[in-house]
T-cell receptor, first 112, second 116 residues
C-alpha cells in the first residue's frame, strides 16, 4: 500500500532551538519527495523538493534529507522562530502522473 | 499576484443539505486538484482537472460528490445530501502545466465544512 508515515505527531520546542522531523514512505514508483508547511487555516506551501538522486536540499533554515534506499526523509529546522509554528507535511509523488501521497503531518509549536 | 482562492472559507450545513464549494485557481493554470483534509490528517486526493476535462475522479468518496470546471478556470465541488463524515477542510490546488511529477501545486486556504 502506498503510504507516508511521519513522526513525531507533534513537537514543542523553545525559540532558537533546532529540531528534526521524520518521514518514512512506501510509495512506488517514487518520483520525488516534498516537504510542505501548512499554517493554521492556510493551504500547504512547498518548502523543498528532492528527486531520487538528491540526498539533501536546503531552503534557508530548512534542510531536507532523503535516503532513497531506506525510503526515509528528514526535515531539519535550524534556529527555530515563532513563525515556524505550523504543520509540516511530507508528500511523495507517485509515478510520472503527479499523484501526491500525503503524510499526516507533524504539528510543530515553537514557544518563546 | 493573486494565489488560489476558495469560497466560502467556512460552511456549516445541516445533515442532508447540499453544499457547493468554489475554487478560483491561479490565472492560466491548466491543472486543478481537489483534496479532502480530515482533522489532524494530511490531505487526500479527490479529483483532477486538466483544463475543463476531469481526468481523474478516483478519490471521490461517493456519488454524492461531484466536481466540475466547465470553462477550464473556476471549479466547483458539490456535495449532495451531506453527512457528518463529510466534515473536513476541502483544499483546492492548481499548477501551471499538465499534471506531472515535478509540477508544483499551489494550494488555496481551503473551505472548512462542518456538517451538523
Amino acid at each position: 500500500k502506498n503510504q507516508v508515515e511521519q513522526s513525531p505527531q507533534s513537537l514543542i520546542i523553545l525559540e532558537g532551538k533546532n529540531c528534526t522531523l521524520q518521514c518514512n514512505y512506501t510509495v512506488s514508483p517514487f518520483s520525488n519527495l516534498r516537504w510542505y508547511k501548512q499554517d493554521t487555516g492556510r493551504g500547504p506551501v512547498s518548502l523543498t523538493i528532492m528527486t531520487f538522486s538528491e540526498n539533501t536540499k536546503s531552503n534557508g533554515r530548512y534542510t531536507a534529507t532523503l535516503d532513497a534506499d531506506t525510503k526515509q526523509s528528514s526535515l531539519h529546522i535550524t534556529a527555530s522562530q515563532l513563525s515556524d509554528s505550523a504543520s509540516y507535511i511530507c508528500v511523495v509523488t507517485r509515478g510520472q502522473g503527479g499523484k501526491l501521497i500525503f503524510g499526516q503531518g507533524t504539528e510543530l509549536s515553537v514557544k518563546p | 499576484g493573486a494565489g488560489v482562492s476558495q469560497s466560502p472559507r467556512y460552511k456549516v450545513a445541516k445533515r442532508g443539505q447540499d453544499v457547493a464549494l468554489r475554487c478560483d485557481p491561479i490565472s492560466g493554470h491548466v491543472s486543478l486538484f481537489w483534496y479532502q483534509q480530515a482533522l489532524g490528517q494530511g490531505p487526500e486526493f479527490l479529483t483532477y482537472f486538466q483544463n475543463e476535462a476531469q481526468l481523474d475522479k478516483s478519490g471521490l468518496p461517493s456519488d454524492r460528490f461531484f466536481a466540475e470546471r466547465p470553462e477550464g478556470s473556476v471549479s466547483t465541488l458539490k456535495i449532495q445530501r451531506t453527512q457528518q463524515e463529510d466534515s473536513a477542510v476541502y483544499l483546492c490546488a492548481s499548477s501551471s502545466q499538465t499534471s506531472g511529477a515535478h509540477e508544483t501545486q499551489y494550494f488555496g486556504p481551503g473551505t472548512r465544512l462542518l456538517v451538523l
